[in-house]
T-cell receptor, first 117, second 111 residues
Framework: DVKVTQSSRYLVKRTGEKVFLECVQD?????MFWYRQDPGLGLRLIYF???????EKGDIPEGYSVSREKKERFSLILESASTNQTSMYLC????????????????FGPGTRLTVL | GQQLNQSPQSMFIQEGEDVSMNCTSS?????WLWYKQDPGEGPVLLIA?????ELTSNGRLTAQFGITRKDSFLNISASIPSDVGIYFC???????????FGQGTELSVKP
């Protein structure tokens, strides 16, 4: 079974803090994704990566950055957290194809509920 | 850009009833996926559809990939309390490889 883990289930931070959300997958997937989920807005793609050290902006990248130094790990960074970044953050991975952007089925982690005070 | 319309937004049903929900798109997709999300958890894949017209079952769940490739349906038969959750459809947008998600259908089942 595919396993996607996220470093924290719940996180509380203060405005202006730098926040790191970590995601690890154990299936040697090439593609990894970060979403945020808000009531009434569904899942919105923040960033994705189709290879180590590669990253692509999703639909709402403002205020976020990402890092993919190893294939199995994809980090989401909030450089200076703000209250409007309070949300549920979901990481996903997919097998994809080498060097391309096509993706296979995405498998999700359990989510990190971030509250910014 | 690509949009998916999922309906209904919410459903309140009695245990034992059948459930239907659907997603429609203005564009063609090559893959349709259905996920379920329990409260406080990440979405879990239920069914994946890869061909137009395909009908696939997973226990009491049945999903179909519409012939026009612009829609998909999920049916749940004989609902039980543990079916409670949010169901999402997702379509694979081939150019760019990004999944497009529906807004979700929140299902409540009364015992």
């Amino acid at each position: 079974d595919v396993k996607v883990t996220q470093s924290s289930r719940y996180l509380v931070k203060r405005t202006g803090e730098k926040v790191f959300l970590e995601c690890v997958q154990d299936m040697d997937h090439e593609n990894m994704f970060w979403y945020r989920q808000d009531p009434g807005l569904g899942l919105r793609l923040i960033y994705f990566s189709y290879d180590v050290k590669m990253k692509e902006k999703g639909d709402i990248p403002e205020g976020y950055s990402v890092s993919r130094e190893k294939k199995e790990r994809f980090s989401l960074i909030l450089e200076s957290a703000s209250t409007n970044q309070t949300s549920m953050y979901l990481c996903a991975s997919a097998s994809g194809t080498s060097g391309g952007l096509s993706t296979d089925t995405q498998y999700f982690g359990p989510g990190t509920r971030l509250t910014v005070l | 850009g690509q949009q998916l319309n999922q309906s209904p937004q919410s459903m309140f049903i009695q245990e034992g009833e059948d459930v239907s929900m659907n997603c429609t798109s203005s564009s063609i997709f090559n893959t349709w996926l259905w996920y379920k999300q329990d409260p406080g958890e990440g979405p879990v894949l239920l069914i994946a559809l890869y061909k137009a017209g395909e009908l696939t079952s997973n226990g009491r769940l049945t999903a179909q990939f519409g012939i026009t490739r612009k829609d998909s349906f999920l049916n749940i038969s004989a609902s039980i309390p543990s079916d409670v959750g949010i169901y999402f459809c997702a379509g694979l947008y081939n150019q760019g490889g990004k999944l497009i998600f529906g807004q979700g259908t929140e299902l409540s089942v009364k015992p």
